[in-house]
């Protein structure tokens, strides 16, 4: 068991690694994740009272499209220069790639959500979070949902020219689930509104979380192969 979260954290750590010398996919998704809360700033006349109503769609929408982006360009950077290319041969389970590729994602995009928080808050002119422990376990479980089932399906359109079309084609769909829950546990959130509609949506993403990260890792050999 030690061995195989070594081989999971020293993959993750090498996507990390050459990530730090280009910076390509962090300054793509963070680029638009900005980009996206600047629009909407300037698009809309928002106040403080209205600002509760429209951060938590806004949000998801930046998170979304901003990740997909990042994971199809990760995935096509690893087809084109060949950076995928050595784990696969490499003597480890094919689980602990996909698991490897997975933290890395996710890490990225928690760093990524750190700076675009505040900067959404700020454009939708929110006095605070009602309940920020609520706020971060929504923002958390939606985006491992999102990511978990995202690096799957950049792996497997990675091979495609047209991966930065085809993924969101395929991958929204099935995040349903992860924005409509999102969106909903981080309204809570926001106005202290709680419901018990809330706790079946942290339970639903918690599902969703496991379900897809388990799939995903045993099919990721027949990716691979594919």
């Not at 995928?84 to 094919?94: C, K, N, Q, S």
């Not at 996909?98 to 808050?121: D, Q, R, S, T």
């Not at 085809?166 to 709680?194: E, K, N, Q, Y």
């Amino acid at each position: 068991m030690k061995a195989y979260l070594r081989a999971v954290l020293t993959l993750a750590r090498k996507d990390a690694l050459l990530e730090r010398k280009s910076l390509e996919t962090v300054t793509a998704t963070a680029s638009f994740t900005l980009l996206v809360a600047v629009l909407f700033h300037f698009a809309f006349d928002i106040r403080s009272a209205e600002g509760a109503r429209f951060f938590p769609g806004a949000l998801w929408i930046a998170v979304l499209f901003a990740g997909t982006i990042g994971m199809a360009r990760s995935a096509r950077i690893d087809e084109v220069e060949g950076r995928g290319r050595g784990p696969a041969l490499a003597p480890v389970d094919r689980s602990a790639l996909f698991l490897g590729k997975f933290l890395f994602h996710l890490v990225l995009m928690l760093l990524v959500e750190g700076v675009a928080v505040p900067v959404f808050i700020a454009a939708f002119a929110l006095r605070g979070v009602a309940l920020p422990h609520l706020f971060i376990a929504g923002l958390v479980l939606g985006t491992w949902g999102f990511v978990a089932l995202g690096t799957l399906l950049a792996g497997a359109t990675s091979g495609e020219r047209s991966t930065g079309l085809l993924l969101p084609l395929v991958l929204f769909p099935l995040l349903t689930p992860v924005a409509l829950g999102g969106v909903a546990i981080v309204t809570a959130a926001v106005t202290g509104d709680v419901t018990p509609a809330t706790g079946t949506w942290l339970r639903l993403l918690l599902v969703f979380d496991v379900l897809f990260t388990a799939v995903p890792a045993l099919l990721y050999e027949s990716v691979l192969e594919v």
